[in-house]
């Protein structure tokens, strides 16, 4: 299995900031990469596709990047909804396995 | 647009067998492949398998010996059952709509996702 290990684990920030997420696989995965973003009760949501592609509807403040085996997931200015949980997953091969999650928290 | 609503008992006992199953509707359940997800309360997710419309599948190998994801297309439903529980598979289950994209797996539709308690 492909393990995803994302860092950090959890992260304060205040509305306005840059935030960027790490997530690193344990063997090349090209650009097979896609971000959730998941609020308490709900389900996740599928943020970026394809490391870098952002999907229909979601606000172009996320932005990801990379390739092979590190990849980032950046908001470029956090609003408050943006406070969450993110995954990365990767969707080079089955069994489809995601990171451990980041909590996005209020500083 | 497409909706996924998983449904079951919410509580199953030790060393039994849960079920779920997963309406699909806004959209045809043909060309796509269905997944089963889960997360443990406070913890991460998990995918467990998929299903396509012809009813080939792929598991976790983590969880093959106890899985087994149908699919029912002139229902628009695929099932999923987990043989053998413990305290450990207590889990909110997300189904979800799972297609290939450009070489890559994507997962964009999700069901809301439903406890399922494991406790006598």
């Known amino acids: ?107 | 647009q497409v909706q996924l609503q998983e449904s079951g008992p919410g509580l199953v006992k030790p060393s039994e067998t849960l079920s779920l199953t997963c309406t699909v509707s806004g959209g045809s359940i043909n060309t796509y492949y269905w997944s089963w997800v889960r997360q443990p309360p406070g913890k991460g997710l998990e995918w467990i398998g998929y299903i396509y419309d012809s009813g080939t599948t792929n598991y976790n190998p983590s969880l093959k010996s106890r899985v087994l994801i149908s699919v029912d297309t002139s229902k628009k439903q695929f099932s999923l059952r987990l043989g053998s529980v413990t305290a450990a598979d207590t889990a909110v289950y997300y189904c979800a709509r799972t297609y290939w994209l450009g070489g890559g797996i994507l997962i964009d539709y999700w069901g809301q996702g439903t406890l399922v308690a494991v406790s006598s």
Request: aromatic share 10%; net charge positive; proline share 7%.
């Open chain 1, 1 to 107: 299995d492909i393990q995803m290990t994302q860092s950090p684990s959890s992260l304060s920030a205040s509305v306005g900031d840059r935030v960027t997420i790490t997530c690193r696989a344990s063997q090349s995965i090209s650009s097979y990469l896609n971000w959730f973003q998941q609020k308490p009760g709900k389900a996740p949501k599928l943020l970026i596709y394809a490391a870098s592609s952002l999907q229909s509807g979601v606000p172009s403040r996320f932005s990801g990047s990379g390739s092979g085996t590190d990849f980032t997931l950046t908001i470029s200015s956090l609003q408050p909804e943006d406070f969450a949980a993110y995954y990365c997953q990767q969707s080079y091969t089955p069994p489809i396995t995601f990171g451990q999650g980041t909590r996005l928290e209020i500083k």
